[in-house]
Structures are given as structure tokens and as C-alpha cells.
């Protein structure tokens, strides 16, 4: 049995396959080594399956949100081998699922434009190159959190409109002390910032909510896919909730950057299971 895990930073998704069919799927809280430990992971997932799952899985191939190859991959790889003692383990970051679910063994710019942002240049399947996201305080351009967080500061910066900064205090009743303790002192600040989102898709029709969308996937394209070398020969692929949920502003900045976008993807974790079924 192989397990399979697409973890974003609020959300993962776990397919358990046998005989590279799908023998179950589950979702828990989003897993990242930068908030997590190995002993936190293992007492998320301890309860999710069962002796008998856990006895016959074989094979992992964990894909996640912050988990960098040799260097803080192994608080994940840890937990999962106390889990399934008999599983082999591979945990990756999820550029790598992206590259894999939207390009397979080809060539391109995968991203991942979701809570937060990444992105990078793969060749033949395998990454070449990427631009550092830096996360949510000094990158994450274009995210849910990056969005998150222009909108909480337009709104307390007295930018937003009035009909706007209204139906956002009708909302979220937003108490200046309370956000910027969710922020600077509580647990996934970038998950709360994200929160606000929403109110961006229900106002979506609205011109400034618009330019404010457009303007932020200016920054993603600017900061990250126009920074790769020859950027204009590619194909270029977008994973995750923002993406999907704007595409069509999204697809908008790369016409008006004369760039056209090939994919599209709510989640990658379809697309992972036919990668792993066929190689």
C-alpha cells in the first residue's frame, strides 16, 4: 500500500493506494516543519489510521509546505516512520508535487499560489531553479496571506472605499489590538491572514477589489516567474485555492504580461496519483 500526502499550510490531503487504486482518502490540518515537531505530527496522525493501515503501508511520499530535502525534512520523515514501521519515506517540498502534478516528466514554471506562494523552473521533470519565497512576512507575493495581509492594512490605512471599509466592518468587526496579536504573538499568523480572503471573492465585481487582486498577482509575476532565465519559452502551471478561485484575474496579468498559463489546479493530489501509478 502506498500513502500519499499533499500538505499546504492549512490543509493536507492523504490517498492511501492499493494496487494503484485509491483506497482511501483523508484530510487533516495542514503540516509544516517550520510550526511543527516531530512529536506534534505524530500525535496529529496517530488517530487517522488504523493498526491495520498502518501495518501495510509500504511506501510514503509526503510533499509539504516548508519541508526542505535534508535540512528540516526529517521531523516529518521521523513521525511517519513511527507511524508505518514498515514504510519506505520520502518527504519533499510541495514544488516538487507541483512540478510532478502539473508537468509529470516535462518542462516548466510550476507555482503554487495558495495560503502561501512558491514557485520554480523545472527541466524534464526535475527542478533547476528557484526563486526563494521567503514566506509570509518577506515574500509569499500573490498568496492568501499576502492578500490577507494588504487588506487589513488598506483597511486600517483608511484606503479601502467606505461602501468596502463598512461591509469589511460588518464582517470581521476587526479590533486593531486583537488582529495584531494574531499576527505577531498566535499560532499560523499566515493562516489568519488568509482568512480575509473571502471577503476579496464576495467583492470580487468590485473595480478597487479588482486592481487589488490584479496588482498582487503583478507582484507574483514580477518577483518570481519573470526572475527565471528565458521565463517566455516556458509553459507555466498554477497550483492551489487562489489560484483557482481567481483564475480568471490570474490569467489576466500573464495575458497582460504576454504570457499565457497552461494549468490551472485546485489540488495537486489527483494529478499525484497518476504520476505514482505510472512511474
Same mark, same amino acid.
Given at each position: 500500500?502506498?500513502? &500519499?500526502? =499533499?500538505? !499546504? *499550510?492549512?490543509?493536507?490531503?492523504?490517498?492511501? /493506494?492499493? @494496487?494503484?487504486?485509491?483506497? +482511501?482518502? $483523508?484530510?487533516?490540518?495542514?503540516?509544516?516543519?517550520?510550526?511543527?515537531?516531530?512529536?506534534?505530527?505524530?500525535?496529529?496522525?496517530?488517530?487517522?489510521?488504523?493498526?491495520?493501515?498502518?501495518?501495510?503501508?509500504?511506501?510514503?511520499?509526503?510533499?509539504?509546505?516548508?519541508?526542505?530535502?535534508?535540512?528540516?525534512?526529517?521531523?516529518?520523515?521521523?513521525?511517519?516512520?513511527?507511524?508505518?514501521?514498515?514504510?519506505?519515506?520520502?518527504?519533499?517540498?510541495?514544488?516538487?508535487?507541483?512540478?510532478?502534478?502539473?508537468?509529470?516528466?516535462?518542462?516548466?514554471?510550476?507555482?503554487?499560489?495558495?495560503?502561501?506562494?512558491?514557485?520554480?523552473?523545472?527541466?524534464?521533470?526535475?527542478?533547476?531553479?528557484?526563486?526563494?519565497?521567503?514566506?509570509?512576512? &518577506?515574500? =509569499?507575493? !500573490? *498568496?492568501?496571506?499576502?492578500?490577507?495581509?494588504? /487588506?487589513? @492594512?488598506?483597511?486600517?490605512? +483608511?484606503? $479601502?472605499?467606505?461602501?468596502?471599509?463598512?461591509?469589511?466592518?460588518?464582517?470581521?468587526?476587526?479590533?486593531?489590538?486583537?488582529?495584531?496579536?494574531?499576527?505577531?504573538?498566535?499560532?499560523?499568523?499566515?493562516?489568519?491572514?488568509?482568512?480575509?480572503?473571502?471577503?476579496?471573492?464576495?467583492?470580487?465585481?468590485?473595480?478597487?477589489?479588482?486592481?487589488?487582486?490584479?496588482?498582487?498577482?503583478?507582484?507574483?509575476?514580477?518577483?518570481?516567474?519573470?526572475?527565471?532565465?528565458?521565463?517566455?519559452?516556458?509553459?507555466?502551471?498554477?497550483?492551489?485555492?487562489?489560484?483557482?478561485?481567481?483564475?480568471?484575474?490570474?490569467?489576466?496579468?500573464?495575458?497582460?504580461?504576454?504570457?499565457?498559463?497552461?494549468?490551472?489546479?485546485?489540488?495537486?493530489?489527483?494529478? &499525484?496519483?497518476?504520476?505514482? *501509478?505510472?512511474?
Amino acid at each position: 500500500m502506498i500513502l &500519499l500526502a =499533499d500538505s !499546504g *499550510s492549512t490543509k493536507t490531503d492523504w490517498v492511501l /493506494l492499493h @494496487n494503484n487504486q485509491i483506497f +482511501r482518502q $483523508l484530510s487533516t490540518e495542514g503540516i509544516n516543519p517550520f510550526f511543527h515537531t516531530t512529536e506534534s505530527v505524530f500525535a496529529l496522525l496517530n488517530d487517522k489510521f488504523s493498526d491495520e493501515e498502518k501495518e501495510q503501508v509500504s511506501e510514503i511520499h509526503f510533499y509539504g509546505a516548508g519541508c526542505i530535502k535534508n535540512s528540516n525534512s526529517h521531523i516529518i520523515e521521523n513521525a511517519l516512520y513511527q507511524l508505518f514501521i514498515h514504510a519506505k519515506v520520502d518527504a519533499n517540498d510541495d514544488m516538487l508535487g507541483a512540478t510532478r502534478s502539473l508537468f509529470g516528466n516535462d518542462s516548466g514554471i510550476a507555482c503554487i499560489l495558495g495560503t502561501g506562494a512558491n514557485s520554480c523552473l523545472c527541466t524534464d521533470g526535475k527542478i533547476v531553479d528557484k526563486v526563494p519565497t521567503l514566506g509570509y512576512i &518577506l515574500g =509569499d507575493e !500573490g *498568496s492568501g496571506a499576502y492578500l490577507g495581509r494588504k /487588506l487589513v @492594512n488598506h483597511y486600517f490605512k +483608511r484606503k $479601502l472605499p467606505l461602501a468596502l471599509a463598512q461591509a469589511f466592518d460588518k464582517q470581521y468587526n476587526p479590533v486593531q489590538v486583537q488582529i495584531q496579536n494574531a499576527v505577531y504573538k498566535e499560532k499560523n499568523p499566515n493562516r489568519f491572514l488568509a482568512s480575509f480572503t473571502p471577503f476579496l471573492k464576495e467583492n470580487i465585481q468590485n473595480g478597487y477589489i479588482k486592481k487589488f487582486i490584479f496588482d498582487s498577482f503583478s507582484d507574483f509575476f514580477e518577483s518570481n516567474i519573470m526572475q527565471y532565465s528565458n521565463y517566455q519559452a516556458y509553459q507555466i502551471g498554477f497550483i492551489g485555492s487562489i489560484a483557482y478561485h481567481f483564475s480568471e484575474i490570474l490569467t489576466e496579468v500573464a495575458e497582460s504580461k504576454k504570457l499565457k498559463i497552461s494549468f490551472i489546479l485546485e489540488k495537486p493530489i489527483n494529478a &499525484l496519483i497518476s504520476y505514482h *501509478s505510472s512511474n
